[in-house]
Nanobody, 127 residues
């Protein structure tokens, strides 16, 4: 049974940093695309970042390029999202998602392409 558990969210001032973690069980990261999405109040869930199953390719939403970085630790079966230079617009619930796919595949930024989701972790950026 696949389970994704996010942690690391919290309240931070604008310009600050946070690191989110997604601990995965029931799957092997090398066989899955791992992604982060977020959902702000009153808005649809939006793509943030994804890492290919091999770990060699990453892809980011334009709004976060240069500020957020996705990474993973295969030994810990954990995916991370390092968030720097945070802005109030980054306030949202952040979700970890997984889909079994070799390489990166098509439409890695589409939420409906993912089979497994975590429960989310709240990030609030105060201005």
């Amino acid at each position: 049974q696949v389970q994704l558990v996010e942690s690391g969210g919290g309240l931070v001032q604008a310009g600050g940093s946070l690191r989110l973690s997604c601990a995965a069980s029931g799957l092997t990261l090398r066989m899955y695309n791992m992604a982060w999405f977020r959902q702000a109040p009153g808005k649809e869930r939006e793509f943030v970042a994804v890492m290919s199953s091999g770990g060699f390719t990453t892809y980011y939403a334009d709004s976060v390029k240069g500020r957020l970085t996705i990474s993973r630790d295969n030994a810990k079966n954990t995916v991370y999202l390092q968030m720097d230079s945070l802005q109030s617009e980054d306030t949202a619930v952040y979700y970890c998602a997984a889909r079994r796919f070799y390489g990166l595949g098509s439409s890695p930024d589409v939420a409906t392409q993912y089979n497994y989701w975590g429960q989310g972790t709240q990030v609030t950026v105060s201005s």
